[in-house]
Each structure stands twice: as C-alpha cells, then as structure tokens.
C-alpha cells in the first residue's frame, strides 16, 4: 500500500490540495492551483470569512481575483472551509499560508504557524508535502518539522517544503500565473518532484534549494528591493538640495542593466504588509544569528523619514498648518489594492491631524479601510469623499500619496477652479508637472 501510494502520487498530475489560510497570498494561491487544474480546498479559521468566500464575496480588492475564484467554484475545484482537520485528511498537498505578523519587537510571531502544524499533525493519515508559503524567518522549516514529528500520532512520513511567494498586491493574479522564478526548498527528491508537477504548466526557472536557503532567499528580496526604495528616496532628498531631478537621474541609472529601472521610483516612501515587516524581520533574525544588519536599520529610517520630509514641504507652503484644508488623494499603500496596512497615509495624515488641519480624504477603493484606520483620530477634523471633486473644494493643498491611474485623468482646471489656494503636493512625482504649472498650480514632487 504504502509503494502504491508512493509511487501514484509522484506520477499524478493533479492533487488534491489543502491552502490554510484564506488572505492574500491564500486566496490567490488557492485560486490560483484550482486554475492550473487542481483541486484545493482553501480552508481559514474565520468563519465570517469563509461564509463570504462560500457567497463568493471577497474582502479585500485584488483585480482578477473574484473572477478567478468563481472559476474555480464554478468548474467544481475550489472549495472553502473551516473544517481545518477534513481538510488535511483529505489531501496529499498543504500550502501554509497563515499570517505571520510581526511582534512589538519586530520579530515575527509564529503562533498560526505552531498552531496549524500541530492541527497538520493529528491528522497526518498518509504521506504529505507540507509547504511554507507564508513569509517566514529561515530556520521556520525546522521547526515545522519537528513540531510536526513531536504531534504525530501515526506512523507515516511527510516532507516540508519552503516556497516562498513574490507576487504583489493589486498584480497578484498576474504574478500567480507569470512568476519570475519559482523557489523551492526541498529535503527529499520525492517532494521536489511533487511541487514541480503542481507548478508543471508555469513557464519559469525553478530554483532548487534547501529549505534554509528558499527562506532566506525570500527575506532577502525584499529586504534588497526596500533597499533601493531607500537609496532612491535618499538621492531625491540630495537632489532636492542640490536643484537636480530625482526622475531623471532614476531614469540615468535605470539604463544601466546592472541596476535595471524598476523600484526606482522615489515618494513618500513603501509600506504595506510586506516589505516595512520583512525587513524588521530580518533585522531582529540577524541579530540572532549573531550578525547586525545596520544596513537595514538605515533603510528603515530613511523610509520613516520620508513621510515627516513630505510634511515639512507642505508646511514650507502653508506655514501654519491649523484650520488650513488638505485633501488627501490616495490612502492604500499603493495603487490597486485597498490595503491600508503601513501605509504611509497613515504617518502622514497623523502628523497633519497633529498640526490641527482640517483633511478631506478621498481613494477609489480604501475608504471603508481609511474609515477603520483613521477611527482613533480626531474624526472631526477627517472627512472622508466618494469622488475627487467634493474633496478638493475650498482646500489649500491636494496631496496625491498613491499613484492611482485615475488621477492623472482628472480635471486640474476644474481643481484649480473648486480650490482656495492651487497648490499640488505630489508624494509620488506622478503627475504632470509643466502640465500642472501651466495651469497655474505650486506643484510640490519628491526630489523634483
Ligand atoms: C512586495 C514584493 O514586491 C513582492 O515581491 C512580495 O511577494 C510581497 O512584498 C510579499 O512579500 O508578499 P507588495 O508589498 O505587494 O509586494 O508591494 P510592492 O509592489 O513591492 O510595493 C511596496 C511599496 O513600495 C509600496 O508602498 C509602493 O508604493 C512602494 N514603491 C514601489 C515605491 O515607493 N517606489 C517604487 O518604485 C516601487
């Protein structure tokens, strides 16, 4: 029995997949497996959520994604559930995709991790791939597998994989279906063939590791892309005292292959649930493993500083900030999702509050966010707008901090119409300058 079923899984093209937990990455993978043929069951042990994915409602705004859940439900090969014990029962693949918040000291907290391996444990009925999808510090794996030896209760063998995830927000589908590369850590030949039949119909280079290196790799990546985020923000603010143009000089140091053009954009700075953690992560894992990651510390506090720099431009302006109207454009941590999750809005708008102006907000898809976010704050002092126009009227200063599509096809004529004083603080140097400046805008950019 134990050959039979050895030898048909290694050769099977589909499997029946378990993803644990249903957030971003989750969903997208869970979607994202069903689409290339498998059939998963996406399990979360919130059950609110798992009744709206049933009703094939979503709770965050990813583009594609709905459709592609719908698919999926429709063609009869995913599922959702709460059932946590079925589910891994039932399968032969587990991705673990629960969150891996960061604690107040900036490492991370692994409690969903311990607590599914031990679920994974009791249930362990046959041989399984059990995979680390969610971002994790290296040394994770080890962990998983001894936890999972500790709990278990029959006698059947299982192999841990580390596969780190790269897709980003607001082009999660399309980075689920055209990844750059795949990553997988493995221990044995039998799970590493395993994962390559999933991902059989993805066109890239799989690169093989240990499990180790796979976590590492991941930490790494987003610690290297924070990095340039950080060292372009700090030529902006050089560029600014210098009378140069942050853009071009991006654009001059793009060409060269070496560098490469992407994550050059300069702004009030990143966040999102990824890129502010990781590199707090990776900090305080260095740390442990004997090793300062000074680096890092200063690409965190260029980052931080950023914001408060922003803030100062405006004040240069304004002067006094209090009762002065501010409209904010843009409050997600960037365009295409409605994650509000580190954004930089929220430093911002805090500062603003601070200094008593009065702020009107607006975005095309994070208000309900903002509202959550924002509801500890003087809400006298917050209002927030369905559509652009309203937002702006009688104020001193529009803030662009996201570079949505849509506000570079908005009317500036009838902005500068509706505002009291003309003036544009772009965090994002995304719109037109000399287009703005004609019409008669101050434009503020970002080392511009
Ligand atoms: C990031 C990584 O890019 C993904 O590869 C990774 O899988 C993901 O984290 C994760 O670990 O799950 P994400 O957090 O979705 O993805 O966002 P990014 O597109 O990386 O943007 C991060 C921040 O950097 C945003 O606030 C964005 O506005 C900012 N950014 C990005 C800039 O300020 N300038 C740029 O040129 C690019």
Known sequence: MGLKNKLSLENKKNFNICVIGAGHVGLVVSAGLAKLGHRVVCVDNNRKKIALLKRLSLIFFEPGLESLV???????????SYNLAEAIK???????????????????????IENVCRVIAQNLNSYKVIIEKSTVPVHTG?????????????????????????LREGKAVYDF????????????????????AIYKSLKTTILVSDINTAELIKHACNSFLATKLSFINAI?????????????????????????RD??????????????????????????????????????????????????KIKEYLWVLKDKRIAVFGLSFKPGTDDMRFSPSIDII??????????????????????????????????????????????????????WEEFSRLNFKKIKFLMRYPLIADGRNFLDKEKLERLGFKYIGIGR
């Not at 795949?182 to 390559?196: H, N, P, Y």
């Not at 680096?295 to 803030?311: C, D, G, P, R, T």
């Open 70 to 80: 719908r698919e999926g439900v429709k063609r009869g090969r995913l599922y959702f």
């Open 90 to 112: 039932n399968s032969e693949v587990i991705f673990i995709a629960v969150g891996t918040p960061p604690k107040e000291d900036g490492s991370v907290d692994l409690t969903s």
């Open 142 to 166: 080890e962990k998983v597998k001894e936890t999972i030896s500790r709990y278990k209760k029959k006698n059947v063998t299982f192999d841990v994989v580390s596969n780190p995830e790269f």
């Open 177 to 196: 279906f055209n990844p750059s590369r795949i990553v997988l850590g493995v221990e044995s030949q039998r799970a590493e063939k395993i994962l390559r």
């Open 236 to 260: 902006s603010r050089i560029c600014d005292l210098a009378g140069a143009d942050v853009e071009r000089v991006a654009e001059g140091m793009g060409l060269d292959p070496r560098i490469g």
């Open 263 to 312: 994550f050059l954009r300069a702004g009030v700075g990143f966040g999102g649930f990824c890129l502010p953690k990781d590199i707090d992560a990776f900090i305080h894992i260095s740390k442990k493993l004997g090793y300062d990651f000074s680096l890092l510390k200063e690409v965190k506090k260029i980052n931080q500083e950023q914001k408060s720099y922003f803030v100062e």
């Open 350 to 403: 805090e500062s603003l509050v601070k200094e008593k102006a009065l702020l009107f907000l607006y975005d095309p898809q994070a208000i309900g966010e903002a509202k959550k976010v924002f509801s500890g704050l003087a809400t006298k002092k917050i209002k927030f707008f369905k559509e652009p126009y309203s937002a702006v009227k009688e104020c001193d200063c529009l803030c662009i901090l996201t570079e």
